[in-house]
């Protein structure tokens, strides 16, 4: 092989390589829209975001230092009564969005170390079953929010 030919076999490879050089592989869950609304101190928060896996994973635990628990919670109609109940894990099919919400499943907040102030954010640590532990800070909405970034309800 010549000295040109290995010169042009070297740099094709280069070029073909270069895009994945250095680039970040994407998160095993995507976490979207992260919120929770303002709460006193002592009492109870909720969190709400969106949870996206590409290959399927499973929600099993949270944790955060504002709250003395964290719960993973769902609400369910016992003879026309909402209740919340808690759920053991929060699955994630494979490619589709699920949306903790409220009304919905959702992250309970137990015993609030400090109260949670309307634009603070709020360090949280999600457990997936793949993925492991994952960062995240929920925004906080006013009393009333209905999602993030929304104005309080009257």
């Given at each position: 092989?010549?000295?040109?030919?290995?010169?042009?076999?070297?740099?094709?490879?280069?070029?073909?390589?270069?895009?994945?050089?250095?680039?970040?592989?994407?998160?095993?869950?995507?976490?979207?829209?992260?919120?929770?609304?303002?709460?006193?101190?002592?009492?109870?928060?909720?969190?709400?975001?969106?949870?996206?896996?590409?290959?399927?994973?499973?929600?099993?635990?949270?944790?955060?230092?504002?709250?003395?628990?964290?719960?993973?919670?769902?609400?369910?109609?016992?003879?026309?009564?909402?209740?919340?109940?808690?759920?053991?894990?929060?699955?994630?099919?494979?490619?589709?969005?699920?949306?903790?919400?409220?009304?919905?499943?959702?992250?309970?907040?137990?015993?609030?170390?400090?109260?949670?102030?309307?634009?603070?954010?709020?360090?949280?640590?999600?457990?997936?079953?793949?993925?492991?532990a994952m960062p995240v800070e929920l925004t906080v909405e006013a009393a009333g929010a209905r999602g993030p970034g929304s104005a309080h309800s009257h």
């Open positions: 092989m010549t000295c040109l030919t290995r010169r042009a076999v070297l740099g094709t490879a280069l070029v073909a390589l270069a895009p994945t050089v250095g680039a970040q592989p994407a998160p095993a869950v995507q976490i979207t829209r992260p919120w929770t609304r303002a709460a006193g101190q002592g009492g109870t928060g909720a969190g709400y975001l969106t949870l996206r896996s590409a290959a399927g994973d499973r929600l099993v635990s949270a944790s955060t230092d504002i709250a003395r628990s964290v719960e993973l919670h769902t609400h369910t109609n016992d003879n026309g009564v909402m209740r919340m109940r808690p759920v053991p894990a929060i699955d994630l099919p494979a490619g589709q969005e699920v949306t903790l919400r409220p009304g919905g499943l959702h992250l309970m907040l137990i015993g609030l170390t400090a109260p949670l102030v309307v634009g603070q954010r709020v360090p949280i640590t999600l457990v997936f079953e793949r993925a492991g």
